[in-house]
């Protein structure tokens, strides 16, 4: 919906600030206290204010109606209804004095074309037979600019229900990896746990040999729910694999298996439930080594889980696009960690719109914070309707707090997609709500 972001609020109760012009006939508007005895016609005038925001000038703006309404017991009469003030001619309206019987209401509508590049006013004032409210004025505020100002609204959205699958590659290169994963799974659990979500986590490995993984979910409790007083000791016993596993890493294969017969109707039943969403987290340094099987036929067979794939997404902590990665600040096991490029893993993150961290990261506490936002179906960063004209006068706002432009804690601009998008601290919580206003270059 496009509308026009308020530059000015001035509001007037109908009830409590009664506005009558002076005896000696100035136009000075001041409250009547006095209240009349017996029947009378009494107005009542919504709203006491408009604001058109700022428009280009020349550029009619869409009609605003005010209503007036007889809440008395007797014929109110109206006598006049003028525009004056500073600026009227930037104004018009389609008014006409209208005769009230009691409960019977009046719509007439008010139009602002600016004709200046400044803040421009207009007092819409209302004659009537009201014994105490003889004379309304109503204010009507608008500017001119360069440019329409457009104001959108967002909110974090969450899952209710998630299904929360991670792939561990187990072979002998990835021990490092899993220790990172298991010394911050609490930045993963914590963002689930404050929320409230509703969700089951189960682990496999990418061992397709060893006939006790090859698809089978891992631990003593195979699904860990939200009811779990203990989820994360749960999660650590889940990975606590080793390294050992098979050097043909095959995380399409494995998943394929843990979540169709025979297995998710017996080993691993009682993991995917049919309304919930589904997420799945490959930790791997190495691409999908299965046989006979590509990143398109994949997300098709994987996509296909849900009823609606909107509710199925595939997010991969693997190596960078293109080369891979190198890490030289030697958190593997005091030695360096190097990866190759995920490029089928990464297809498939593209695909249903997951997440992609390096595994190469320093340290994996912000990788999983960022995983556990995308996996409950919270985002950072939202498509803007139009394209802002100056991007220094766009301001973000999360719950009435102004967000600064900041690339670490704050907002940016990405131009390619013409979106917003938060960074650290900045990401907003679950149900915030995101306002955006931006100067755009308009039409009339």
Same mark, same amino acid.
């Given at each position: 919906?496009?509308?026009?972001?308020?530059?000015?609020?001035?509001?007037?109760?109908?009830?409590?600030?009664?506005?009558?012009?002076?005896?000696?006939?100035?136009?000075?508007?001041?409250?009547?206290?006095?209240?009349?005895?017996?029947?009378?016609?009494?107005?009542?005038?919504?709203?006491?204010?408009?604001?058109?925001?700022?428009?280009?000038?020349?550029?009619?703006?869409?009609?605003?109606?005010?209503?007036?309404?007889?809440?008395?017991?007797?014929?109110?009469?109206?006598?006049?209804?003028?525009?004056?003030?500073?600026?009227?001619?930037?104004?018009?309206?389609?008014?006409?004095?209208?005769?009230?019987?009691?409960?019977?209401?009046?719509?007439?509508?008010?139009?602002?074309?600016?004709?200046?590049?400044?803040?421009?006013?207009?007092?819409?004032?209302?004659?009537?037979?009201?014994?105490?409210?003889?004379?309304?004025?109503?204010?009507?505020?608008?500017?001119?600019?360069?440019?329409?100002?457009?104001?959108?609204?967002? %909110?974090?959205? $969450?899952?209710?229900? &998630? *299904?929360?699958?991670?792939?561990?590659?187990?072979?002998?290169?990835?021990? !490092? /990896? #899993?220790?990172?994963?298991?010394?911050?799974?609490?930045?993963?659990?914590?963002?689930?746990?404050?929320?409230?979500?509703?969700?089951?986590?189960?682990?496999?490995?990418?061992?397709?040999?060893?006939?006790?993984?090859?698809?089978?979910?891992?631990?003593?409790?195979?699904?860990?729910?939200?009811?779990?007083?203990?989820? %994360?000791?749960? $999660?650590?016993?889940? &990975? *606590?694999?080793?390294?050992?596993?098979?050097?043909?890493?095959?995380?399409? !294969? /494995? #998943?394929?298996?843990?979540?169709?017969?025979?297995?998710?109707?017996?080993?691993?039943?009682?993991?995917?439930?049919?309304?919930?969403?589904?997420?799945?987290?490959?930790?791997?340094?190495?691409?999908?080594?299965?046989?006979?099987?590509?990143?398109?036929?994949?997300?098709?067979?994987?996509?296909?889980?849900?009823?609606?794939?909107?509710?199925?997404?595939?997010?991969?902590?693997?190596?960078?696009?293109?080369?891979?990665?190198?890490?030289?600040?030697?958190?593997?096991?005091?030695?360096?960690?190097?990866?190759?490029?995920?490029?089928?893993?990464?297809?498939?993150?593209?695909?249903?719109?997951?997440?992609?961290?390096?595994?190469?990261?320093?340290?994996?506490?912000?990788?999983?914070?960022?995983?556990?936002?995308?996996?409950?179906?919270?985002?950072?960063?939202?498509?803007?309707?139009?394209?802002?004209?100056?991007?220094?006068?766009?301001?973000?706002?999360?719950?009435?707090?102004?967000?600064?432009?900041?690339?670490?804690?704050?907002?940016?601009?990405?131009?390619?997609?013409?979106?917003?998008?938060?960074?650290?601290?900045?990401?907003?919580?679950?149900?915030?709500?995101?306002?955006?206003?931006?100067?755009?270059?308009?039409?009339?």
């Amino acid at each position: 919906m496009k509308y026009f972001l308020p530059l000015l609020a001035l509001t007037v109760s109908c009830s409590d600030y009664d506005l009558v012009r002076d005896n000696d006939g100035t136009d000075i508007w001041q409250y009547d206290s006095a209240e009349p005895t017996g029947s009378w016609p009494d107005i009542e005038v919504t709203p006491m204010s408009l604001n058109f925001g700022t428009l280009p000038v020349d550029c009619p703006s869409a009609p605003q109606v005010i209503t007036i309404r007889n809440v008395g017991s007797e014929i109110l009469e109206v006598e006049s209804i003028e525009l004056a003030g500073a600026n009227p001619s930037s104004f018009t309206t389609d008014a006409l004095p209208p005769v009230l019987e009691p409960n019977e209401s009046y719509e007439f509508s008010v139009d602002f074309t600016a004709n200046a590049w400044t803040i421009q006013s207009t007092d819409i004032q209302i004659i009537s037979n009201d014994p105490n409210e003889s004379h309304l004025a109503l204010e009507a505020i608008g500017e001119g600019g360069e440019d329409a100002i457009y104001e959108e609204m967002f %909110r974090q959205e $969450f899952y209710a229900e &998630v *299904d929360i699958l991670w792939v561990i590659d187990n072979s002998c290169s990835m021990s !490092g /990896a #899993i220790n990172q994963v298991r010394s911050n799974f609490d930045h993963f659990i914590d963002g689930f746990l404050d929320i409230g979500l509703d969700f089951h986590i189960a682990a496999i490995t990418t061992d397709m040999d060893d006939p006790s993984h090859s698809g089978q979910m891992q631990g003593n409790q195979t699904v860990i729910t939200s009811a779990d007083s203990n989820p %994360r000791d749960l $999660f650590l016993q889940m &990975v *606590d694999q080793g390294a050992d596993g098979s050097a043909q890493e095959q995380g399409f !294969g /494995a #998943i394929n298996a843990a979540l169709s017969a025979p297995l998710i109707n017996n080993q691993n039943s009682g993991f995917l439930r049919a309304d919930a969403a589904l997420a799945t987290i490959i930790v791997t340094d190495e691409d999908d080594d299965t046989p006979n099987q590509n990143a398109s036929d994949f997300s098709n067979w994987y996509t296909n889980l849900k009823q609606d794939p909107s509710k199925v997404t595939f997010s991969a902590i693997c190596g960078d696009p293109g080369l891979g990665c190198m890490e030289t600040t030697s958190w593997s096991n005091g030695g360096l960690i190097s990866a190759s490029a995920g490029t089928q893993y990464l297809d498939v993150v593209s695909t249903t719109g997951g997440s992609w961290q390096s595994i190469c990261a320093e340290s994996f506490e912000k990788t999983l914070e960022y995983l556990a936002l995308s996996v409950a179906g919270m985002r950072d960063s939202w498509v803007l309707a139009e394209t802002p004209s100056n991007v220094a006068e766009v301001i973000v706002e999360v719950d009435g707090q102004v967000i600064p432009y900041n690339g670490i804690d704050g907002w940016t601009w990405q131009t390619n997609d013409n979106a917003i998008q938060f960074h650290g601290d900045s990401i907003p919580e679950a149900g915030s709500t995101i306002n955006v206003s931006y100067p755009y270059a308009s039409e009339c």
